[in-house]
């Protein structure tokens, strides 16, 4: 963490000085924002801290309820998720509170006695080791927490503004204002209506729903930019756009339950797959030590049900449970929240407003996010994950649109990547509930579950996203200079050694979620930059040459440090590299002061060779890397005409 630059901290390095909006945020809503934000679940948060990274923008995040999340019913926080803790700065810190996913127990009817179940099968969690970071169980209102406090501490200092209802929105037209082709500057009209006395009650197993507070009367009309609906699966910023919600319900019911029992079985302490002659449980243990869940099956609805079986006690779950555990026994004390649900498998045909019809004629202007746009079942542990993606996603994007770094073009991408992430979602969760509530005699194989849940690990880990080729996702021309970096994947990292201190570091946990672009450059065999070398050469090119991105796209007195983060890797130790002879552009100057940055050139670890265990070319390779920690393009040391048409395609000149 690097915060003395700009003079010295004595207080929490965490809370960076106040910026643009932030150094005068208006408590009270204002009539016309940048960016209006409505609900703050998980990709709200995610896309309001990372806009807090753009002060010049003004966001603004309403909330109906009239606080923070108290019970939030989402849990499962998969290895990707914790990559993206790791950028918002809060991975540590997470981890030690959370209960961490190892091993997966799967216990079948016992051949002996079907009546009685056994442990038949124990797999790990990550049997590759696709990930540094583990898979964790913890609150999602712990997670909220963490972005919120990261949000209010960034320069930006945006906080949600609570207890306010979203009604209506318009999009105005080209032309709406009276001039052909012209629009108002801000397009969308926001309808809202405050609302008190409002709660959080149980809804499905994937997010909380608010209890219905009285609405005062009193509306307040917002006029913003753009609108990022993230108000759940009864989205109403989804109804507004018209966007429809494809899918059907499985007609399978499931009773879930946080809970504090004594029970003497064997596993409570371990995630298990549970299949017995009287149903199934899928067991999550919970942080703490003491809680845990279970969703426990509660068989086939009839289609004329009409949601009679939501009407299921607590009482009726809890024998359930029960029965599938024998020969064991649960003896529950006490039960913080619980629910009923019917899996439902649903994603909406479009994630912002404009019709399918005429995508590429108009900006898209409203953009839906998380349950709003995609629904399933809670077992894979999907929902958050996935739904923090999508804000992360269209929230760098429109930081980028807004400060003027990229073309409003960039907006539609965001349907672009997210919707056939979502459809994959859908279709793996599909077959995962049917597994799980399928009992084992009816499998064409008994060990069906547990080779599912191995084979199929990574994508639920989050880390079988592949964009396709766009303004932001290059072509895959020269993948094999980096094999381990696939264009369009997440950027996984790898140790490396710092040269200026010997300190063992990884190398993408430095890639924080400040918006800034990554170019690595990753060395030939050359170490001094006096050295006739690929490297040398290029960095010459980036550092001076008229068409280097540095050169197009950083305004003029500004830093290329605030748009670029440049960094190199030596295939060499780091006791090999002298620090003032690698080139000065990985050596900027930064902050007021103009100190120099020792912290942006890395020597090999011996032990762990990024060149070998990414397959990187010994001829030296440039990779580049999204604000979102996804690769964008690979590229040879001497293919610098490609990176600068690249750039020219992802932002615009300064």
């Known amino acids: ?248 319900q499985s007609f399978h019911a499931w009773g879930v339950m946080d809970t504090l029992a004594v029970t003497d079985f064997p596993d409570i302490r371990t995630k298990c797959s549970i299949q017995s002659e009287a149903g199934n449980i899928l067991l999550i243990p919970r942080e703490g030590g003491q809680l845990f869940r279970m969703y426990v099956d509660l068989g086939e609805v009839a289609a004329d049900d009409h949601g009679a079986v939501r009407q299921t006690t607590l009482e009726q779950v809890i024998a359930k449970a029960n029965d599938i555990l024998h020969p064991y026994s649960l003896d529950v004390r006490n039960v913080p929240w619980h629910s009923v649900y019917e899996v439902g498998h649903r994603v909406t045909d479009r994630f912002d407003d404009v019709p399918l019809d005429e995508q590429g004629t108009r900006t898209p202007r409203v953009f839906i996010t998380g349950d709003a746009c995609h629904t399933h079942s809670a077992k894979a542990g999907q929902g958050m994950n996935v739904s923090m993606q999508d804000g992360w996603n269209i929230g760098w994007k429109l930081g980028h649109v807004l400060d003027g770094r990229a073309d409003a073009a960039l907006l539609e991408t965001y349907h672009a990547e997210r919707h056939v992430v979502a459809k994959e979602l859908i279709d793996f969760d599909r077959e995962w509930s049917k597994l799980m509530a399928t009992k084992p005699e009816d499998l064409g194989d008994p060990a069906e579950l547990e080779d599912f849940y191995v084979r199929t690990f990574e994508f639920p880990a989050g880390f079988m996203t592949q964009y396709e080729p766009s303004m932001i996702v290059g072509s895959q021309q020269h993948q094999e200079l980096a094999t381990g970096f696939p264009v369009g994947k997440r950027f996984k990292s790898a140790p490396v050694s710092r040269v200026c201190d010997g300190n063992p570091v990884h190398l993408g946990h430095h890639h924080r979620a400040d918006g800034r672009w990554r170019i690595y450059a990753f060395a030939d065999g050359a170490i001094s930059r006096a050295d006739d070398s690929a490297l040398a050469s290029w960095a010459n090119w980036l550092a001076e040459a008229s068409d280097s991105p540095l050169a197009v796209h950083v305004p003029d007195g500004g830093s290329f440090d605030d748009v670029f983060d440049v960094k190199v890797v030596y295939q060499q130790p780091h006791g090999a590299v002298d620090l003032m002879q690698a080139p000065a552009v990985f050596r900027p100057a930064t902050g007021p002061f103009g100190l120099t940055d020792y912290e942006k050139v890395y020597g090999a670890d011996p032990e762990h060779d990024i060149f070998e265990e990414r397959g990187l070319s010994r001829d030296g390779v440039v990779v580049v890397v999204r604000p979102d920690h996804y690769v964008a393009q690979v590229l040879p040391l001497s293919a610098t005409a490609e990176l600068a048409e690249f750039f020219k395609g992802a932002l615009l000149a300064r």
């Open 1 to 248: 963490m690097q915060f003395h630059h700009h003079g010295y901290v004595s207080g929490d390095p965490r809370i960076e000085p106040a910026a643009g909006i932030g150094l005068d945020r208006p408590e009270e809503l204002p009539d016309e924002v940048d960016v209006l934000i409505v609900g703050s679940g998980p990709a709200g948060m995610v896309a309001a801290a990372q806009l807090a990274q753009f002060p010049g923008v003004s966001t603004r995040i309403v909330e109906r309820r009239g606080g923070r999340l108290a019970i939030g019913q989402a849990d499962g926080i998969q290895a990707r998720s914790v990559e993206t803790f790791q950028a918002f700065g809060f991975a540590e810190r997470i981890i030690a509170e959370a209960y961490r996913i190892t091993e997966m127990a799967f216990w079948k009817p016992d051949p002996e006695n079907r009546a009685n179940i056994h442990r038949a099968a124990v797999t790990p969690d990550d049997p590759t080791g696709i990930s540094e970071f583990p898979h964790l169980i913890v609150n999602q209102a712990r997670v909220l927490d963490y972005f919120a406090e990261y949000a209010h501490n960034s320069p930006g200092r945006v906080v949600p503004d609570y207890g306010w209802e979203f009604v209506a929105l318009e999009v105005a037209q080209p032309g709406a204002d009276g001039e052909p082709g012209s629009l108002p500057e801000y397009p969308v009209t926001v309808t809202l209506e405050r609302a008190t006395g409002v709660g959080v009650g149980a809804g499905d197993a994937s997010h909380a729903v608010a209890l219905d507070g009285e609405l005062t009367g009193e509306r307040r009309i917002v006029r913003a930019k753009y609108v990022i609906g993230a108000d759940g699966a009864r989205s109403k910023v989804r109804e507004a756009i018209g966007a429809q919600h494809v899918g059907a």
